[in-house]
């Protein structure tokens, strides 16, 4: 009986290298989605702007894959938090003493169902106006570039909307 106890240890020593032989994970890759700012927005002095993003956003990337499911992507990741990337976006294109914005960001997700696509929507809440702002931006192909690119261009577009709406006010 001792020796049989005694044993039970070697007995897993072949299955030892098969717990070790997996190769490591790729590392993650990070990609800034900003779109570049022109020369003429560059001197813009910060607006009254708060900009809040739904709870289950973060840095990975959030896909779309169904009208009712979501792959959260740990391999890829934004450089920021979306709230501080469409923050950034829009203090580009709003002007200093603009009525106070509060931009709740819905959705910030790369979109598989419809085609590879960036998709960002914004509630977006003034003084006297709420009102939903959706940019979808058709991506060149289903990889993670071409993703990022997708989603700049949706940025500088939300940005270009969000500016419009303020300035009709």
Same mark, same amino acid.
């Given at each position: ?12 020593? +072949? ?8 190769? !490591?994970?790729? !590392? ?7 779109? +570049?700012?022109?020369?003429?927005? /560059? +001197?813009?002095? $910060? ?21 009712? =499911? ?11 938090? +979306? ?25 910030? =997700? ?5 085609? !590879? ?9 003034? $003084? ?9 931006? !058709? ?18 577009? /939300? $940005?270009? =909307? ?8």
């Amino acid at each position: 009986m001792k020796r049989r106890l005694r044993l039970l240890p070697l007995s897993w020593l +072949p299955f030892a290298g098969c717990l070790s032989s997996a190769p !490591p994970l790729p !590392p993650v890759r990070w990609f800034d989605p900003s779109p +570049p700012a022109a020369a003429a927005d /560059l +001197p813009r002095a $910060s607006a009254d702007l708060r900009v809040t993003a739904a709870g289950h956003l973060g840095r990975e990337f959030v896909i779309r894959t169904g009208p009712r =499911e979501i792959v959260f992507d740990d391999r890829h990741g934004w450089i920021d938090e +979306p709230q501080h990337l469409v923050a950034a976006a829009l203090r580009q294109r709003i002007d200093a003493g603009a009525e106070p914005l509060a931009v709740l960001v819905e959705t910030f =997700e790369l979109d598989l169902q419809t085609g !590879p696509r960036a998709v960002v929507r914004c509630v977006v809440q003034g $003084s006297d106006r709420r009102q939903l702002v959706t940019i979808a931006e !058709p991506a060149s192909a289903a990889d993670a570039p071409a993703f990022a690119d997708a989603m700049a261009r949706a940025l500088a577009r /939300l $940005s270009n =909307e969000v500016a419009l709406l303020v300035r009709g006010a």
